[in-house]
């Protein structure tokens, strides 16, 4: 194979005068086809050839030259010259955008230079770096042209537009011609037509305000183009992407004499221009609406269901103390606070498992010290929002500066987990509830017949045959004792099984939707936005309606005053210094949990453009808090993997396949805080359907949902996958990054290390002994220096700069 590639710079259109006039020129008089149907290289020149030369007399000639220029001259399926975007991939080398191509050559007969531009109707495969190609690009200048307006130079100027993965976004956009117009151009060309390069015999038509509209797209995105790269990067607010934690620390005058509250102080400056956009940018944009909506009621439904679960957990850890009601006001309350005051609107508050089992380890050590509950729970939550509050003011977020992807991820898994342990747990206690009752293996029976006196069996009258009578004693005796056995229900067990899963089945079916090649894309998208309301709202009504007659199990309901301000009863000294030493606890697992979920909602991956607020984030979080906890309300912080999975639900995506592996790169995501403000409002409105029909939903629906949300949080962790790869054939393993850099062996050590400090994680979340608990957050901290000291003496830097890149 003989090739050469040339790393070619983009167009400066704020300096090159030649780039703005080329769009100028070029767009107003480009050859411009919208969703042709055409999917084979040959197929795809020959219409585009044939409408560029269309009243050329010299046409015939000039379309010869045409492919004998553009094709290799030892394969006609082969582009001779192409400009094609690159990106730089996670461990330092480069991809291929695989989504638009462009194709020039220099003709001696031409006059004048050409362009054209097509919009496939469905992703071609036009060759090994050209898998998934959407827009095509011809251009066509004359032999002797000069330097300024070679081929070279005109491809440049449309490559740098489509090169910018949100304007390919906003040109898919552009509404697609009718279908009556695009019907002429189904049927193939035969042979002939492709060898003489004729003009087809009926080409596309397209619509004319679309092609008006996809025009002015390009000539807008051109300006935009122009006035970013006038002004250095870091001053650019449209264009920037979201940075680390840490990053913007530098961007603060070394001048400033006082540093406490420096962060903060940061992150109101940077995000407080952006506070109104929050809110328009989630009513204006394409597809804006229908994103908001399908988000909110995601949100809705990944929120409140959770709450039911842990407010049933609580009822029971706390003999009602804490139970569902409570815990559907704290997150109402929390969720508006924070989407209306937070920093970074993106994030979730929840009650989590954690908290969950924290609050358990506070009721059984109030229990054995016959504390007042409230009281003792009033000052841990106080102490602990004094302790975020000093963290956010000196800035304690720079120590998560230390925090790589593998801690990130190392966490999220065992979110995941937890989910899965928390939703297990309870399908075996129902299990064991119904199912291996007593009353279903006839233990009962057999108890109350041993109780039975022989004498009743074995009296008869004299008349009588003794062994009848024995045999009519014993089966009055029997049906006597199974009329008083409780009854056995093990079709609950069964039923109970059969909506978990199936729960968990049509909610993946349904985020896997546009995988599949049912329906077209638009539907196929929004069947994946619902996936998880749709799934919730069929097998509730397949459980509490189909199958009515079978006995399930409804989550507890106090009827109670929610809101009640703590009296502090009974304060000593020794609770006040021991509420200290918890609520400190308490913070650090606030302060981890917080800053990994705002890392991964800020990570690069997902393009935000309005800046972090990890210290103004953790100051709400802290306000909030120290509210609840007066009132006696569950506590709440950012949550995996709600949060992630709220970015992902607002984003646009696009798909590259590589080597058949089909993956997904976000294009934009609406910044905004409508979706968490609207799911919060209707989960307060929820209250008012309490018991019913809320009662309605099964538990099993519930942890169903539980197992949903951790299998889509496995999308996208990297240790997931490299878990994965550990039972993969070799052949079979995907061409990224870490596998082309890394060798095997290495990357296979890593993932054990990883797995070595997920198994210690979980070893102490999930302990028996509830005080063993209490050192889960400082087990997190500890996988810090782990990571910087002790691990690169197993495996290179370079190696780990390749599995284990910061954000």
Wanted: net charge neutral; glycine share 4%; charged share 20%.
């Amino acid at each position: 194979m003989y090739a050469q590639h040339e790393r070619i710079p983009m167009k400066d259109f704020s300096a090159e005068v030649r780039a703005s006039l080329d769009v100028g020129n070029f767009v107003n008089r480009a050859i411009l086809l919208l969703d042709i149907n055409q999917t084979s290289l040959e197929s795809i020149v020959t219409l585009l050839l044939a409408k560029m030369l269309a009243g050329d007399e010299r046409s015939d000639m000039i379309m010869k030259e045409g492919r004998a220029a553009l094709m290799t001259h030892d394969s006609v399926h082969v582009l001779a010259k192409t400009v094609q975007g690159t990106s730089t991939s996670e461990g330092g080398g480069f991809d291929y955008d695989q989504s638009w191509i462009c194709a020039l050559c220099s003709l001696p007969s031409l006059q004048r230079r050409k362009v054209a531009i097509a919009r496939l109707k469905h992703p071609a495969n036009l060759g090994r770096t050209s898998q998934e190609i959407r827009f095509f690009i011809l251009v066509l200048a004359p032999m002797r042209e000069k330097g300024t307006k070679n081929a070279l130079e005109t491809a440049r100027t449309f490559a740098t537009l489509l090169a910018d993965i949100e304007c390919r976004q906003k040109l898919l956009e552009v509404r697609s011609a009718p279908e009556e117009c695009m019907s002429s151009t189904s049927s193939r060309m035969d042979t002939k037509q492709t060898d003489s390069l004729s003009v087809p015999e009926s080409a596309p038509e397209t619509d004319v305000e679309a092609e008006e509209e996809f025009k002015q797209m390009l000539h807008q995105h051109a300006k935009d183009l122009a006035i970013q790269q006038s002004y250095p990067p870091r001053h650019s607010r449209t264009s920037r992407p979201s940075v680390g934690p840490f990053d913007n620390f530098n961007e603060q005058g070394s001048s400033q004499k006082c540093c406490i509250g420096r962060g903060l102080r940061s992150d109101l400056k940077r995000r407080l221009p952006h506070y109104w956009s929050d809110f328009r940018d989630g009513v204006i944009g394409h597809k804006t609406l229908q994103k908001v909506i399908s988000t909110t009621l995601f949100l809705y439904f990944a929120c409140i269901l959770p709450s039911i679960a842990f407010g049933v957990l609580n009822d029971k850890n706390t003999h009602g103390l804490i139970d569902v009601k409570k815990v559907i006001i704290s997150q109402t309350i929390c969720g508006i606070f924070f989407s209306l005051f937070g920093g970074q609107p993106l994030i979730i508050m929840l009650t989590t498992a954690p908290l969950a089992l924290y609050i358990k380890i506070l009721y059984t050590i109030c229990e054995d010290l016959d504390l007042h509950f409230y009281s003792m729970y009033a000052l841990v939550g106080v102490w602990n929002s004094l302790f975020l509050i000093i963290y956010s003011f000196t800035d304690a977020s720079k120590l998560m500066k230390w925090s790589t992807r593998s801690t990130e991820e190392i966490f999220s898994l065992f979110v995941s987990i937890a989910f899965c342990v928390d939703a297990f747990k309870d399908l075996a206690a129902e299990f064991e509830k119904h199912y291996l009752a007593s009353e279903c293996t006839g233990a009962t029976a057999v108890a109350l017949l041993s109780t039975t006196t022989p004498s009743s069996l074995l009296y008869n009258d004299s008349n009588t045959d003794p062994t009848t009578t024995l045999l009519s004693n014993i089966s009055t005796q029997l049906s006597t004792t199974l009329a008083s056995t409780p009854e056995c229900h093990r079709d609950s067990s069964i039923l109970y099984l059969l909506l978990m899963l199936g729960t968990l089945w049509l909610g993946v079916t349904l985020y896997n939707f546009t995988k599949s090649p049912f329906l077209d894309a638009s539907k196929r998208e929004a069947l994946a936005d619902y996936a998880l309301p749709v799934a919730v709202l069929i097998m509730s009504f397949v459980g509490s309606y189909v199958f009515r007659s079978t006995e399930a199990d409804l989550f507890s309901y106090n009827d109670g005053e929610a809101l009640k301000v703590t009296k502090f009863e009974g304060i000593t000294i020794g609770m006040v210094a021991g509420s200290m030493g918890l609520g400190f606890c308490l913070s650090l697992l606030f302060f981890m949990d917080q800053n990994i979920s705002s890392a991964l909602v800020n990570n690069p991956a997902n393009k935000l453009k309005k800046g972090t607020a990890y210290h103004l984030d953790l100051f709400v979080v802290a306000i909030m808090n120290c509210f609840v906890s007066i009132f006696g309300l569950p506590w709440v912080h950012a949550a995996l993997p709600h949060s992630p999975l709220h970015v992902r639900a607002l984003a646009d995506v696009e798909e590259r396949v590589d080597q058949g592996h089909v993956y997904h790169i976000v294009v934009r995501v609406r910044e905004t805080r409508l979706t968490t403000l609207f799911s919060h409002i209707m989960i307060g409105l929820s209250i008012m359907m309490l018991p019913t029909p809320l009662q309605y939903i099964p538990k099993a629906v519930l942890y169903g949902l539980f197992l949903y949300i951790a299998y889509t949080a496995l999308d996208g962790n990297q240790l997931f996958e490299r878990i994965v790869l550990l039972i993969t054939e070799q052949a079979a393993y995907p061409p990224n990054h870490y596998v082309r850099r890394v060798p095997q062996r290495k990357m296979h050590l890593f993932t054990a290390v990883q797995l070595l400090q997920l198994g210690i994680l979980c070893g102490f979340g999930f302990s028996p002994w509830p005080y063993l608990k209490m050192v889960f957050p400082l087990l997190i901290l500890t996988f810090l220096p782990i990571r910087h000291k002790l691990v690169p003496f197993l495996i290179d830097l370079k190696f780990l700069d390749a599995l284990d890149r910061s954000h």
